[in-house]
């Protein structure tokens, strides 16, 4: 259903609806997020008290005259089951409604062929809610996360791999299997479907990576019911890239025309790291329905934060802290950006506020690591990160953190182990697959390392620090036409960066023009390496004509001057009075001249050492 054909009465009665329906369903975090939407509409609009006539015909929204009958019948074990849940006795939750013995693991049925004689058949057959099925094989699924994440063990440990699976996911899909197979030839069980089962049956099959069927079944789950955020985001978790992001809207057009449908496509254009000035006016349009909304604010600050404007990210964040002070859902994005700006007073009260409210779950541990990478204690960091991994094992950024602290420490292997279950967990992670790419590097596996830097750049092409790293390590392997590319495409990308309506801040902009002028040094270094010396001296007089033009604006910051002045722009001038002198001698001379150079000609294009900047001096 499009957006245009629903009122915001009706937006808020169905995200009003849809959250009691997930709590009831123990669906907490789907019922907190649309709980939330609806708060953040307008309260002159969205009442969620429209007329009963009005809430029919949302999709989504009915339940079946038949499912109500079995619900209100099992209205008991339904509220037994749900405390069951909410107090993590997830199995006892499953064995309120499926026959006993079905979810002990010696008589669960090894196969989905052995289901088909099973106890579960009569089941059906007596007459079960869609509601009681989900919440009992919901519960099973819950049971052996738990019982997953014991036997895991320490993380990082020799118990600590991907073999260690679900158990219970077996018996759960053979179970869904039957119950599918009789909506198919029961016209009456068809009509009946609510969305929560599909999404069920799609979230196993994205735990066994089983794209096809898992897009398949979360797609009917969201046509069915397109409120429940939580199937979303799972169908989210299959878009690795722009192809499959291009290739999922086609398919499923009408969907996407929808409200929820609007939001998972802008979801999945930030992951996919889109931040040009049409996602910003399309996430302010939906900003216009749910101007309260804390879930787009933090979209829009990550946003901010990622195209370098650190101090818009920051007012934006610390606004949030102000209108949700209980809430520490932003504070780990939050926290993020207090370490990139470098500010440990505002990261310590950030990690004092967030210990306050709840000590130990994970957001709060990866906010009082970064307070403690920000004063160099890196083995306090480390133990908070390991804590928070094993409180939510399923944190991409926890395990990257994890790996970035390793890697402080020199751990390169603990480093590399953190920063694959990072990307394991989330594919999108252009950071953990560069960070990847290092750490191969740093273990000497270069051809690794190449390719764990092409995944980065695939996921985030204008990143000029990608760039250059990975022009960096095709250095290291001496294949210079290809870092000079490397090089060119991060010159092409800072080149707009050297404007001042782009960066937020003097000294981030001095710092951007620091770095493009040491990249053309760089690159000119790279062109003399492959003989290529006029395109070289060019780049150097490019390189000083830049440097003169940074002393004459007036917000030059003075550290970044003086790094230039001092360092820099002496070791150009060398390189081009020397290339320049070689480049009208003969052939013969300019040998002669480079046997009296310490060390061969070769050794211009490495990166500056000390005893390179003690001689410019």
């Known amino acids: 259903m499009a957006t245009a054909t629903l009122s915001a009465n009706q937006r808020g009665y169905a995200l009003k609806q849809t959250a009691a329906e997930c709590k009831e369903r123990c669906l907490h975090q789907t019922s907190k997020w649309c709980s939330e939407m609806f708060h953040?509409?307008?309260?002159?609009?969205?009442?969620?008290?429209?007329?009963?006539?009005?809430?029919?015909?949302?999709?989504?929204?009915?339940?079946h005259r038949i499912d109500g009958d079995l619900e209100r019948k099992e209205a008991r074990r339904l509220g037994l089951a749900t405390s069951f849940f909410n107090n993590r006795e997830f199995r006892r939750c499953a064995n309120v409604f499926l026959p006993v013995g079905d979810t002990g693991e010696a008589d669960m049925p090894p196969a989905d062929a052995t289901l088909e004689n099973h106890s579960f058949k009569s089941l059906i057959s007596r007459g079960i809610s869609q509601k009681a099925l989900f919440l009992a094989l919901y519960g099973l699924f819950m049971a052996g996360e738990k019982q997953r994440i014991r036997q895991l063990g320490v993380p990082l440990a020799p118990s600590d791999t991907s073999t260690v699976v679900n158990r219970q996911m077996v018996y759960i899909k053979g179970v869904l299997k039957i119950w599918f197979q009789k909506t198919c030839v029961d016209p009456v069980l068809r009509t009946r479907r609510d969305g929560y089962l599909e999404y069920l049956y799609g979230m196993i099959f994205v735990r066994e990576r089983n794209r096809d069927r898992a897009k398949s079944w979360l797609c009917q789950s969201v046509e069915r019911n397109p409120w429940n955020w939580g199937a979303w985001l799972e169908l989210s978790h299959l878009v690795d890239g722009k192809k499959e992001f291009d290739a999922i809207e086609p398919e499923q057009q009408p969907i996407f025309q929808h409200c929820m449908g609007k939001i998972f496509l802008l979801y999945c254009r930030h992951k996919l790291h889109d931040l040009s000035a049409s996602f910003l006016q399309d996430l302010a349009v939906l900003q216009v329905d749910f101007p309260r909304s804390q879930f787009l604010s933090a979209q829009k600050a990550l946003t901010l934060f990622r195209q370098g404007e650190l101090k818009k990210a920051n007012a934006l964040y610390c606004q949030m802290k102000s209108d949700y002070p209980d809430s520490i859902d932003t504070a780990e994005q939050h926290s993020n950006l207090l370490y990139k700006m470098g500010k440990k007073r505002s990261a310590r009260s950030l990690a004092e506020a967030c210990e306050s409210f709840d000590k130990?779950?994970?957001?709060?541990?990866?906010?009082v690591r970064n307070y403690h990478s920000l004063e160099k204690r890196h083995a306090d960091a480390v133990k908070c990160f390991r804590k928070a991994v094993v409180l939510n094992p399923s944190s991409s950024g926890a395990w990257s953190l994890l790996g970035f602290e390793y890697d402080q420490m020199q751990n390169?292997?603990?480093?590399?182990?953190?920063?694959?279950?990072?990307?394991?967990?989330?594919?999108?992670?252009?950071?953990s697959l560069a960070a990847l790419g290092h750490g191969y590097e740093e273990l000497g596996d270069y051809h690794l390392a190449v390719q764990y830097y092409r995944r980065a750049l695939k996921l985030n092409r204008a990143s000029v620090t990608f760039w250059q790293i990975f022009a960096d390590c095709y250095i290291t392997m001496s294949q210079y036409p290809d870092a000079i590319k490397a090089l060119q495409s991060a010159r092409m990308l800072s080149a707009p960066y050297a404007d001042e309506t782009v960066c937020d801040s003097?000294?981030?902009?001095?710092?951007?023009?620091?770095?493009?002028?040491?990249?053309?040094?760089?690159?000119?270094?790279?062109?003399?390496?492959?003989?290529?010396?006029a395109i070289a001296i060019k780049t150097l007089e490019r390189c000083l004509q830049e440097y003169t033009e940074h002393l004459r604006r007036a917000d030059t910051e003075q550290r970044a001057r003086r790094e230039l002045t001092k360092h820099i722009i002496p070791q150009v001038?060398?390189?081009?009075?020397?290339?320049?002198?070689?480049?009208?001698?003969?052939?013969?001379?300019?040998?002669?001249?480079?046997?009296?150079?310490?060390?061969?000609g070769d050794d211009d294009w490495l990166p500056d050492d000390e005893s390179s900047e003690d001689e410019s001096e």
Not at 48 to 62: E, K, M, Y
Not at 360 to 367: G, L
Not at 513 to 520: D, K, V
Not at 576 to 585: A, I, P, Q
Request: net charge negative.
């Open 412 to 431: 390169y292997p603990a480093a590399v182990a953190s920063w694959l279950r990072a990307v394991e967990v989330d594919p999108h992670d252009d950071r």
């Open 360 to 367: 130990n779950c994970p957001e709060t541990y990866m906010v």
């Open 573 to 600: 001038n060398r390189l081009l009075k020397k290339w320049t002198r070689v480049e009208g001698e003969a052939d013969e001379e300019q040998t002669s001249e480079e046997g009296d150079q310490d060390g061969s």
């Open 40 to 63: 953040s509409m307008s309260e002159l609009t969205a009442t969620g008290d429209t007329q009963s006539g009005q809430h029919i015909s949302i999709v989504g929204l009915q339940t």
């Open 506 to 533: 003097k000294k981030h902009l001095s710092l951007v023009r620091f770095g493009r002028i040491e990249l053309l040094k760089q690159l000119a270094q790279l062109r003399r390496a492959v003989d290529d010396d």
